[in-house]
């Protein structure tokens, strides 16, 4: 008896792996912006984290997203012990980030380009593994507030600067690197934590620096197993803002309890939790009463880092897109070289890129903190960034994704990851009205930030168009009826004129002219609207990744 032969087609036309693509070396833009803004000194160390986060951190995405965290919160004799345990490949991306400096370079080595240049090996890393960025972030972005308790800050400053990963559940002195959580959410408030329940009682006799005992929870508490903890309770004097670390002085376990871990829409390799005090000892970090103004230097920060991660998100979308595009062929020819497909491609690349603009600029305002116009762009940027890089991104990705099609939307890419974890960025550390009002504030409230913004834009940098958008702009900003109501299209408006102008400074006029066309000029609502008369070819060069 004859049987036909097991195969039943010659599988043909399917893009090759981008598997080991060095991530720094196939992203020009990037490469010209960090030299743009004084980072070009860590193309070296850029270039080597690249090739790990395009290639064994890749992979190592992968497993921590399909080997959650797990929660044991008694051990087998019934001893409480609130641990929650990582898969392996989770630890591999902490380990590589840490000891490439992600949460400590641009303190333990400030020097023009610093921020920018962390900003950068976030930007690598995050495409890899998003949801390890979140306990980096924090670390990184614990170190101004406690710089503001410098008794606190002796002690654990060494351990937080140190480019040593230890997961081992030990306290603080036993290790020779720590991570730090941070944790203000509660039930009952939200984004309103003026709200928060959560009482501290003075050990002693109290104040800035001394010891409390925390009773309260917390609703939001990313990576649990961070070994301390910057949150909020309140005093006698308000609310206020203390270090509470996993152990006690004498070694013991704190009286900190995880409660459950959230099932989250994505974020999938990051344990995110519910926690409890009952009576956890804690040290007050800044002014009593005065928590907000001193966890603001935390959250400053982290803002920053939504700005990071959602620019890395996008640019790994592009990056996908391109690459399945230059091979897959319909109807005889690359997807890549087809009308339709290119604009949208072009597109999608004009939003990367400017997104990334807008980001390593805000690192450059950082790393000039000491100047009082870049102190006053930081301040505000950073809720402009916030809100628009966010808001931005699901759609972006979205789009990239549909570039697949039905391979776009399986789990073996990592699209359907990346479109997950999209949303995240734009709802943590305030959500997008949050971000929105703040910029008013900052802008009518604060000396200085509104003469700031208006001296970076200038006279739209010789261009008549964005000029024009900065001249009603300031006409819609000086408009006080009613501007709360506006404060969204108000906070667009300046996020896309603040991107223009970078693009126009940076001098290459293929992606400054298409993006001020498309974007100030209202054509289209959705990627792939762009309109005729664009160096199309120049954007796609641009940004399309290379293999060599």
């Given amino acids: 008896m004859n049987l036909p032969p097991a195969e039943t087609h010659e599988v043909t036309n399917q893009v090759p792996p981008l598997d080991g693509a060095n991530l720094y070396r196939i992203d020009l833009p990037l490469r010209q912006w960090l030299r743009r803004f004084d980072a070009g000194w860590a193309d070296a160390r850029l270039d080597a984290y690249g090739a790990l986060a395009g290639g064994p951190l890749m992979a190592a995405g992968f497993l921590a997203n399909e080997n959650r965290p797990v929660l044991r919160t008694h051990d087998r004799y019934g001893h409480r012990i609130d641990v929650v345990d990582f898969h392996p490949a989770y630890h591999e991306l902490m380990r590589t980030a840490i000891e490439y400096g992600i949460p400590s370079l641009p303190w333990t080595a400030p020097q023009p380009g610093a921020q920018v240049a962390r900003a950068a090996l976030m930007y690598l890393h995050n495409q890899a593994e998003a949801g390890s960025s979140c306990p980096l972030t924090m670390t990184y972005a614990s170190v101004p507030a406690l710089r503001l308790q410098p008794d606190l800050a002796e002690r654990w400053l060494p351990k937080i600067l140190a480019t040593a990963y230890d997961p081992r559940n030990l306290p603080m002195e036993q290790k020779a690197g720590v991570t730090i959580g941070m944790a203000m959410t509660e039930k009952q408030g939200g984004t309103d934590v003026r709200a928060n329940s959560t009482r501290a009682f003075p050990v002693g006799a109290g104040g800035p620096g001394q010891p409390y005992e925390l009773v309260g929870h917390k609703w939001f508490c990313s990576a649990p197993m961070c070994d301390a903890f910057l949150t909020l309770a309140q005093t006698d004097k308000g609310l206020s803002c203390f270090l509470l670390p996993r152990h006690r002085p004498d070694g013991t376990r704190n ?294």
Avoid at 257 to 283: P, T
Avoid at 400 to 415: K, M, N
Avoid at 478 to 488: K, L, M, S, V
Avoid at 518 to 528: I, K, P, Q, T, W
């Fill in 255 to 548: 009286q900190f309890y995880i409660q459950r871990l959230k099932n989250k829409l994505g974020n999938w390799a990051n344990a995110s939790s519910e926690v409890e005090y009952r009576g956890a000892l804690a040290w007050m970090v800044g002014e009593d009463g005065r928590g907000v103004p001193t966890i603001i230097e935390m959250v400053a920060s982290t803002r920053f880092d939504c700005m990071i991660g959602s620019s890395s998100l996008m640019r790994q979308a592009l990056t996908q897109a391109l690459h399945h595009c230059t091979y897959r062929h319909v109807g005889g020819r690359a997807l890549i070289e087809q009308p339709l497909m290119r604009n949208v491609l072009a597109d999608l690349a004009l939003e990367s890129e400017a997104a990334l603009a807008l980001t390593l600029r805000m690192g450059r305002a950082q790393d000039n903190r000491h100047d009082e116009r870049e102190d006053k762009f930081a301040r505000l940027v950073t809720a402009i960034g916030k809100y628009w890089i966010c808001k931005r991104a699901p759609e972006m990705i979205a789009e990239a994704s549909e570039c697949l099609g039905g391979s776009g939307y399986v789990e073996e890419t990592i699209l359907p990851r990346l479109y997950r974890e999209a949303p995240v960025n734009s709802i943590w550390e305030g959500s997008g009205n949050v971000q929105c009002l703040d910029v008013l504030r900052a802008l009518s409230k604060e000396a200085g930030v509104l003469d700031a913004l208006f001296d970076v834009l200038g006279d739209g940098h010789g261009d008549a168009r964005l000029k024009l958008h900065i001249e009603r702009l300031r006409t819609a900003l000086r408009d006080p009826d009613d501007i709360q109501y506006r404060a969204r299209q108000l906070t667009e408006d300046v996020a896309v004129a603040l991107q223009a102008g970078l693009l126009l400074e940076a001098g290459n006029s293929a992606v400054s002219d298409a993006f001020i066309t498309s974007r100030l000029e209202g054509h289209g609502r959705v990627y792939g609207t762009l309109p005729k008369g664009l160096d199309i070819q120049a954007l796609l060069s641009r940004s399309a990744p290379s293999l060599g």
